[in-house]
């Protein structure tokens, strides 16, 4: 059985633990060991107008936010940011509605424009598209069987949420003018998978959050080829939220430019420390599923240009199936772990998505009640 290590306020017989959200307060040690290094001071006096920069396209950008994104792409080698418009959001799930948004609009159609993701997909892209009921987008569900004609958006998440896969587009369609794809690459950092090419993209969504564990800040960006729909979504999200926080992108600023220095550490290397904690964890995992009728998907490994080495994919979260025909959201939900229904992914009952972020004391909580699954299951054959 998996032995629990500092289970701290955490009682085994009643708490519930939540491993539906992706909470990323694994991370919180690292930054706590970072220390003031990325503190920032901010007067009453300062960050006052709504504008940034406004000889900028997004107006409502911080200077020192954009340059400390675009070097850390150049430091990871992940993302390509020359001749691109950067546009910051109050995170990337604003982002991905505002560039929806924008490719409807300039679409010019009378019908809604279907929007698709291949299953299993992120289930908030279902509320995302469906939420404010608009008649210029409407959700047309799994890629796989999408063979409508018409203008169409497919969302493309790589590595994929929920089930850590490599993507590339599932509706061929390349000569057809019609067909646009934003590519959702939250994941596609060193410490969750290889860094095998640098992305180029028309429409490329960022989060701060999934990179740094940052979630409250509630940063993202988008990386857009084309002014027109640059300019749609910096639109949508002034007519929005008018703006996102200075507060939130001065201090994004100075962390991620910390992380870029820790890139060239032997001691500090923040994709290291994360690569070798998800390491971790994915094998505790693995090894108490290994000989049970649980099942988790196996990652090819690549060359990462990042670390220089081949390596295997740990991703955010964990796709977690059952042989048995069961209802496994509501089985894990007896031993008090909540995680995600695999049918709000497109997929079924026997799948559900567990957060692989979660505090250490939280995550071995989740490995010992798992393991425990497993024996009783032993124990009723």
Known sequence: ???????????????????????????????????????????????????????????????????????????????????????????????????????????????????????????????????????????????????????????????????????ETVVNRPDDDEAKVIHDFAYYWPHYTPITRCQDHDIMLFTFSKITGHAGSRIGWALVKDKEVAKKMVEYIIVNSIGVSKESQVRTAKILKVLKETCASETENFFEYGREMMKNRWEGLREVVKESDFTLPKYPEGYCNFFGKTLESYPAFAWLGTKEETDLVNDLRRQKVMSRAGERCGSDKKHVRVSMLSREDVFNVFLERLANMKLIKSIDL
């Open 1 to 167: 059985m998996v032995k629990v290590e500092n289970t701290k306020s955490i009682a085994m017989s009643d708490s519930i633990i939540n491993l539906d959200h992706g909470d990323p307060t694994a991370y919180e040690e690292y930054w706590r060991k970072i220390g003031d290094r990325c503190t920032v001071t901010i007067r009453g006096c300062d960050l006052m107008s709504y504008f940034s920069d406004v000889n900028n396209l997004c107006w409502f950008l911080e200077p020192e936010l954009a340059e400390a994104i675009k070097e850390l792409h150049g430091a990871v080698g992940n993302a390509a940011t020359e001749d691109r418009y950067i546009v910051v959001g109050t995170g990337s799930t604003q982002l991905c509605q505002a560039a929806v948004h924008a490719l409807s609009l300039l679409a010019g159609g009378t019908e809604p424009v279907s929007v698709v993701a291949a299953a299993p997909y992120y289930s908030t892209y279902v509320e995302e598209t469906t939420y404010v009921r608009s008649g210029m987008y409407k959700w047309e569900g799994d890629a796989w069987r999408f063979n409508k004609k018409g203008p169409f958006i497919e969302l493309v998440t790589s590595p994929n949420n929920p089930d850590g896969t490599i993507r």
